[in-house]
C-alpha cells in the first residue's frame, strides 16, 4: 500500500465563492485519494484565501540585537472576545511579531521580506537566509508561509513604522537574544510566525554571529 499522496491525488468536483471583500472565501467540494487506495466521499470544506506570506526576523550579529515589533491584531482581540477560547498568557491584542507581510502577485518571497524590512522597520537587509517555508493553518486557510532571517544594522533602529494607507500602527523596538527568548519562554509572545523563528534562531544563535559578525 502506497500511502504517500501529492496534489494528483485530489479531485476538485466544484468550487465557489462565498465570500469576496478585503478577504475572501472558497468554497471546495472535493474527493481525494485515501489511505487504503479508494477515493472518499465528496467533502464540502470552506478555505480562506490569505494569499502566501513572508516573515522575516532582523538580526544586527555585530550588536547582537534583534528587531521586534508591536502592533494590534483584530484577530487576537476577537480570541480574548470569545469565552470559549481558553485563557491566553496575556490579555493584550497588541502581539509582539516578526516582520511579515503579503506576496503580491510576481513577486518572490525574499524580495517581500526586503521590501517589508524597511516599510516595517525602517531596516535594510544586508544579507537573508531562509528559515522555514510551512503552511500556517492548513485545515481552513489558504497561507503558505517563507520566513527568512535578516542581518541587519539596528543601531538607530527604533520608532513607528508602517503605511498609513494600509492602516499600519507597528512599534519598532529592539532586544538582544537573551531578552528575546525571555520573552518567548514567559509566555509575552504569542504569534505562531515569531514563536518559531526565535526557536530557529535559538538553535543558529552562534552560526549566524560567526557568519555576519
Known amino acids: 500500500?502506497?500511502?504517500?499522496?501529492?496534489?494528483?491525488?485530489?479531485?476538485?468536483?466544484k468550487r465557489e465563492t462565498v465570500f469576496d471583500e478585503y478577504f475572501q472565501m472558497i468554497r471546495y467540494h472535493?474527493?481525494?485519494?485515501k489511505f487504503d487506495g479508494e477515493w472518499s466521499e465528496t467533502l464540502s470544506r470552506e478555505v480562506f484565501q490569505r494569499g502566501a506570506v513572508t516573515a522575516v526576523l532582523p538580526y544586527d550579529a555585530k550588536l547582537d540585537r534583534l528587531v521586534l515589533i508591536e502592533q494590534f491584531r483584530t484577530g487576537a482581540w476577537a480570541a480574548l472576545e470569545d469565552d470559549k477560547v481558553f485563557p491566553m498568557a496575556t490579555s493584550s491584542p497588541w502581539l509582539v511579531e516578526v516582520v511579515a507581510g503579503v506576496v503580491e502577485e510576481g513577486e518572490a518571497p525574499e524580495d517581500v521580506a526586503r521590501r517589508e524590512l524597511e516599510e516595517e522597520a525602517g531596516c535594510v537587509a544586508l544579507d537573508m537566509e531562509h528559515i522555514y517555508t510551512c503552511h500556517v493553518s492548513p485545515g481552513a486557510v489558504n497561507e503558505p508561509l517563507a520566513?527568512?532571517?535578516?542581518?541587519?544594522?539596528s543601531e538607530n533602529i527604533g520608532g513607528i513604522h508602517g503605511l498609513d494607507?494600509?492602516?499600519?500602527?507597528i512599534r519598532v523596538f529592539t532586544v538582544s537574544p537573551d531578552e528575546a527568548l525571555a520573552m518567548l519562554s514567559d509566555g509575552r509572545i504569542l504569534n505562531s510566525t515569531t514563536i518559531?523563528?526565535?526557536q530557529w534562531f535559538a538553535l543558529n544563535h552562534e552560526k549566524l554571529r560567526a557568519r555576519w559578525g
Open 196 to 198: 518559531i523563528s526565535l
Open 1 to 13: 500500500m502506497n500511502i504517500s499522496k501529492t496534489h494528483k491525488d485530489v479531485d476538485i468536483i
Open 165 to 169: 494607507e494600509e492602516g499600519e500602527d
Open 30 to 33: 472535493v474527493k481525494h485519494r
Open 147 to 153: 520566513i527568512f532571517c535578516a542581518h541587519v544594522d
